[in-house]
């Protein structure tokens, strides 16, 4: 079955960076986009990043470029999320998404909070 598995969440200081990890199992990774999203308390989910299945197209919130990149590794089934220069507003539980046959998956989430 498809898991999504996201680790690397912490409490980071204004400023810092964190590298979030989402291992995937269960399907063709490689054949799959795959993205990040964010929910912070009392919001709704956000779309943050995309990454296509080769991992040649990406897309970004306006609210991350810059500072944040996706990417992946298909031999590792896994994609990453490089979160620079964090700011207090990016605090969140980050989870990462796939569709496979037209049903959504996410992970459990993982927890970023940016703060001093």
């Known amino acids: 079955q498809v898991q999504l598995v996201e680790s690397g969440g912490d409490l980071v200081q204004p400023g810092g960076s964190l590298r979030l990890s989402c291992a995937a199992s269960?399907?063709?990774?490689?054949?799959?986009?795959m993205a990040w999203y964010r929910q912070a308390p009392g919001k709704e989910r956000e779309l943050v990043a995309t990454?296509?299945?080769?991992?040649?197209?990406?897309n970004y919130v306006d609210s991350v470029k810059g500072r944040f990149t996706i990417s992946r590794d298909n031999a590792k089934m896994t994609v990453y999320l490089q979160m620079n220069s964090l700011k207090p507003e990016d605090t969140a539980v980050y989870y990462c998404?796939?569709?496979?046959?037209?049903?959504?998956?996410w992970g459990q989430g993982t927890q970023v909070t940016v703060s001093s």
């Open positions: 998404k796939t569709v496979h046959r037209a049903r959504a998956y």
């Open positions: 269960g399907f063709t990774f490689s054949n799959y986009a």
């Open positions: 990454i296509s299945s080769s991992g040649g197209s990406t």
